[in-house]
């Protein structure tokens, strides 16, 4: 069985209602969590047994809002927990499949699916450990500058067709093994928004592998807001520079890890 938990804020009640509504058709789902971060609590009908909604009148953050939820799955010892960003489109069955696959590979923690833009383009979100260069200072210098060296971070010259274990996986689809989390923790609520997800896969990813699994597909209608947002573009840089401050700016184990990682393609 998984647990789910979408952190909300500021959502309409009938932006989420489909993607909670898909979830409820699977029967692998125990409970679903709503975590609302908003500044008013949101509006809407009647839940099934199976929604939890806590309001949480402020905004705590994403991996905090998430946390939530997680300490309830480790409490209960549900045997997953997924992760979910609101603006994901899925088909309930997909969750079966992804089950399937952790059920066969214990040594797996996280698993991340082939993930679209709603015009079917493919999400490269399959990345290595970053750098600075690959997570601040790119944001301010041209696309055609750093093409070549985007084309490896994210591992595009993979095709993404393949199952890869990969040490950064997207936040917005975490589908994680409850286990692994107790011994390698939560997410780190240090982090406001934007590097938990690196951190948390790449804590996984030291003892256990983290997979990218196209056999599944999902749509993701990313937004990229912090691109469109100076607010926002200050907080994933602010937050940026903690991710740095606790694993090195200069980090000797992040290249043996990349290294290690891009042998798996040789």
């Not at 997570?135 to 993979?158: D, H, V």
């Not at 947002?229 to 606790?246: A, E, G």
Request: aromatic share 14%; proline share 6%.
């Amino acid at each position: 069985m998984v647990n789910i938990s979408i952190v909300l804020f500021k959502h309409p009640w009938s932006e989420i209602k489909p993607l909670v509504d898909t979830c409820l058709r699977s029967d692998y789902v125990n409970k679903i969590y709503l975590v609302d971060n908003s500044p008013s609590r949101m509006a809407m009908e009647a839940l099934s047994p199976r929604v939890v909604y806590t309001f949480t009148g402020k905004n705590l953050g994403y991996g905090a809002g998430h946390n939530i939820a997680i300490r309830e799955s480790i409490k209960d010892d549900i045997r997953y927990h997924l992760v979910l960003n609101p603006d994901i489109e899925m088909e309930p069955d997909i969750l079966g499949k992804i089950i399937g696959y952790l059920d066969k590979h214990p040594d797996t923690a996280q698993v991340l699916p082939k993930v679209f833009y709603p015009n079917g383009e493919v999400q490269y979100l399959c990345k290595l450990l970053p750098t600075p260069m690959d997570l601040i200072f790119r944001r301010f210098i041209p696309g055609r500058f750093t093409a070549k060296r985007m084309e490896k971070f994210q591992l595009k010259f993979t095709g993404y067709n393949k199952i890869m274990n990969v040490p950064y996986l997207s936040g917005c689809f975490m589908f994680l093994r409850v286990a692994s989390l107790k011994e390698c923790g939560i997410f780190d609520e240090r982090f406001f928004m934007y590097p938990e997800d690196i951190d948390l896969t790449r804590r996984l990813n030291k003892r256990y592998k983290t997979i990218f699994y196209p056999d599944v597909k999902v749509i993701h209608h990313h937004a990229a807001e912090s691109y469109k947002s100076k607010k926002l573009l200050w907080i994933h840089i602010t937050n940026m520079i903690k991710y740095f401050n606790k694993w090195g700016w200069i980090d000797a184990d992040r290249n043996r890890i990349n290294r290690e990682i891009l042998k798996q393609f040789n």
